[in-house]
């Protein structure tokens, strides 16, 4: 009898859905499977994507990187606080590159522990969060904090959760993100060793768990030191988070600039090893005039392509955080091929230990079986010297053989679970307002005169009183009265023979003479002529046409209430 209870109230429990402290944002989403009551295979209603993944780890992965002692060669496990954190931005560079000064531009506020120089100032690790009040968190109070995502950087010792803070402020941009401020990377041999921790593997472990990685160079320190190279390269696995800032391109001219920026691919094109050109942002991250001003439009231009890229990272969480999971998952399952491998070779009694080191020395060899016997892409392997070290210092007789039922389930999770959370994604994002980074530098410009290409393009004239394709249509007359117009107007094909003058493709021709059709009837007016002739124009000098014909190009006669702007 005591048993069937027992049993009942394990089913209950197994059937109660896991709580989390994330808003769910009112909307109730369910992971829902018909035939099986509105519930997933195990039983289990998610109301939002972070919480299914927290259950998925907790259930079918952490079990496989706890037999196999993933924790001890990788990552440490993963808490609730690592999946309902804000996305967050890690910044790295050389010493006086202007991360801080980044930092405070994004911000258009100081934070506290913030420090600007031209020598090595920052010296510790700042995690920028919000927060009602202003004020600073020791590591050592940090790392003791559940709610924070830094409970596992505990492991990295004293030396260094002296050198991290946390700084909050109530700052509208960190309502959406948090950042994080590195120290500055060192050139000389001697500054790296006495950092007292190891630097790399400290921010490989926060390049797991943030959204971006913005490396930041200055325009006059180009070269990349070996700390620096180091760190790169303990970025390897996170080649799709990273931005390069070519930060300072206003302090020189624009040859200079160039020469500037060919130098700094052939540098990365060295370490960064992929064939994939990076993506480099240039411009001046700061809120001091341009010291030379002759490419503001090119720093204009790719400013706006780094913000919209921040804006999108809250949007972009859940999948991020998706997307991390499996590759975790992945990295999970080739070292419990790996651990497995060890341990079925190693002999019961004696002779343990030279045959741990001729294991350790042929560790390539067992790589390549694993891969053939279980097709799996050698990429999916961890780092063979890293690993080699790892294994030096471990007791092979406390490894595990291979168990399939651990192996199966992490299977069913990269299989059927975590495909059925990606359609929950997409339902997340379609129910809940587009949700951007807001605040900060990023309201500067979003509207009025000072937004990107205001008054440029289709928007030339947009403030004037009198309609800005009037000034040319002298000269466009003169072409409207050579096609023999008939009753004010020409036919398509008298207007196509001019258009198609300009060289332009079909498509854009095409688009550009259904804007100015104002009044659809397929014939174009001397005012619509004009107005077709002048989005030529806009499009000739490189600007993009509107979706829709803006109000201040409407024609004079075509406009309600007697040719003023509605």
């Keep these: 009898e005591r048993e069937r209870e027992g049993e009942r109230a394990a089913t209950h429990r197994h059937r109660t859905p896991l709580r989390t402290h994330s808003g769910s944002g009112g909307t109730m989403f369910s992971w829902v499977n018909k035939e099986q009551g509105g519930r997933n295979k195990d039983g289990e209603m998610f109301q939002t994507v972070t919480e299914g993944l927290q259950s998925l780890y907790l259930k079918k992965l952490l079990p496989l990187e706890e037999t196999y002692l993933f924790h001890d060669f990788h990552s440490p496990a993963l808490e609730a606080a690592d999946f309902q954190s804000k996305p967050m931005v890690l910044l790295v560079g050389q010493y006086s590159t202007g991360k801080t000064s980044f930092i405070r531009y994004l911000l258009e506020q100081d934070f506290p522990g913030m420090r600007i120089g031209p020598e090595p100032t920052t010296d510790s690790f700042i995690a920028v969060m919000h927060g009602d009040v202003e004020g600073l968190i020791p590591g050592n109070a940090l790392v003791v904090d559940p709610k924070k995502p830094f409970r596992k950087l505990n492991a990295f010792g004293n030396a260094f959760l002296n050198r991290f803070v946390c700084a909050q402020l109530p700052n509208p941009v960190l309502e959406s993100i948090s950042v994080i401020d590195t120290p500055g990377i060192l050139s000389g041999e001697k500054q790296r060793i006495s950092r007292g921790y190891d630097f790399a593997a400290v921010l490989e472990w926060f390049a797991e768990r943030v959204d971006r990685i913005i490396l930041l160079f200055d325009a006059h320190k180009l070269d990349i030191s070996d700390e620096f190279s180091e760190v790169i390269k303990a970025l390897k696995n996170h080649e799709d988070k990273i931005r390069v800032v070519l930060n300072k391109a ?49 720093f204009e231009a790719e400013e706006q392509d780094l913000f919209r890229d921040i804006q999108g990272l809250p949007r972009n969480a859940a999948l991020r955080k998706l997307n991390d999971l499996i590759k975790r998952a992945r990295l999970a399952k080739v070292h419990a091929y790996i651990i497995s491998s060890l341990k079925k070779e190693m002999p019961n009694v004696f002779g343990k230990e030279n045959k741990k080191k001729e294991l350790i020395a042929n560790l390539g060899e067992i790589y390549l079986k694993i891969e053939k016997e279980h097709q799996i892409s050698p ?12 294994l030096a210092v471990q007791d092979f007789t406390k490894f595990q053989t291979l168990k399939p039922k651990l192996l199966d389930n992490v299977e069913d999770m990269l299989a059927q679970d975590i495909s059925r959370l990606m359609t929950m994604v997409r339902q997340e994002e379609a129910a809940m307002p587009s949700q951007v980074v807001k605040g900060g530098a990023f309201e500067g410009t979003m509207n009025g005169p000072f937004g990107h290409g205001y008054g440029e393009g289709a928007g030339e004239g947009i403030d004037e009183l009198e309609w800005v394709v009037g000034k040319d249509k002298p000269t466009y007359d003169e072409i409207f009265y050579t096609l023999s117009p008939v009753n004010g107007k020409v036919s398509g094909a008298s207007a196509k023979k001019e258009m198609v003058k300009s060289k332009l493709p079909n498509t854009v021709l095409g688009k550009i003479w259904k804007l100015a059709d104002v009044d659809h009837d397929g014939y174009l007016d001397d005012e619509e002529f004009a107005l077709a002739n002048h989005l030529i124009k806009v499009k000739l000098e490189g600007h993009e046409l509107p979706a829709d014909l803006p109000a201040h190009l409407i024609p004079p006669s075509k406009r309600g209430g007697g040719g003023q702007l509605e």
Excluded: C, H
Aim: net charge positive; hydrophobic share 45%.
């Design 250 to 298: 206003d302090q020189i001219e624009t040859q200079q600039l160039m020469r500037v920026y060919g130098a700094l691919m052939w540098s990365l094109g060295k370490i960064v090893n992929t064939p994939e050109v990076v993506r480099v942002y240039i411009g001046s991250f700061w809120a001091q005039p341009l010291l030379v001003p002759d490419n503001r439009k090119l």
């Design 379 to 390: 990429g999916d392997f961890p780092n063979l010297k890293k690993m080699q070290e790892l």
